[in-house]
């Protein structure tokens, strides 16, 4: 999937909605790795998303809304994650696949509690905010609590 000057401006126009939608007090719902979970090598059971895009921070930081973070829980099939490292068309095709598996079925969450923006360190430089955020996310699930969250530098960016 290329980027055409159609798929920019079609990015720069979302961005524009979005700012615009959280200034009049609306939501909007972001999945800050702007991809797929997986998991970063063939020994990982668990996928974690990638880097957190700049774009959410930069978000965060111009229109100060509440932020309330959520986890989902479960991963794609272990084919999904092999074809992940070897290749991106390969991945992006079995994407299809694995959206129909979930298809009529329930995706457990938890939902975190609200974080005024207000209440945020504001010296925070975006990637310390970046991860702070990723990590509150993560660590909304048990599981996570004790270990040692993957910042998403070590990923494959898709």
């Known amino acids: 999937f290329s980027e055409t000057k159609e798929a920019l401006r079609t990015n720069i126009e979302t961005r524009k909605i979005a700012r615009e939608s959280l200034k009049d007090g609306g939501t909007i719902v972001i999945f800050p790795g702007g991809t797929v979970s997986t998991t970063n090598n063939f020994l990982n059971k668990e996928a974690f998303d990638p880097k957190w895009r700049n774009f959410t921070v930069r978000l965060i930081k111009r229109s100060k809304p ?13 084919l999904f994650h092999i074809a992940s490292q070897v290749s991106t068309t390969l991945r992006s095709a079995l994407l299809f696949h694995e959206v129909k598996r979930r298809v009529n079925t329930s995706v457990p969450l938890i939902i975190g509690d609200p974080i005024k923006y207000e209440d945020l360190n504001e010296n925070l430089s975006n990637d310390e905010l970046s991860k702070y955020l990723r990590h509150l996310t993560y660590y909304l699930n048990p599981e996570f609590l004790n270990q040692d969250i993957p910042t998403g530098k070590d990923f494959k960016e898709w």
Do not use: K
Request: avoid cysteine; aromatic fraction near 24%; charged fraction near 0%.
């Open 66 to 78: 509440t932020i309330l973070p959520i986890y989902f829980y479960g991963q794609n099939s272990p």
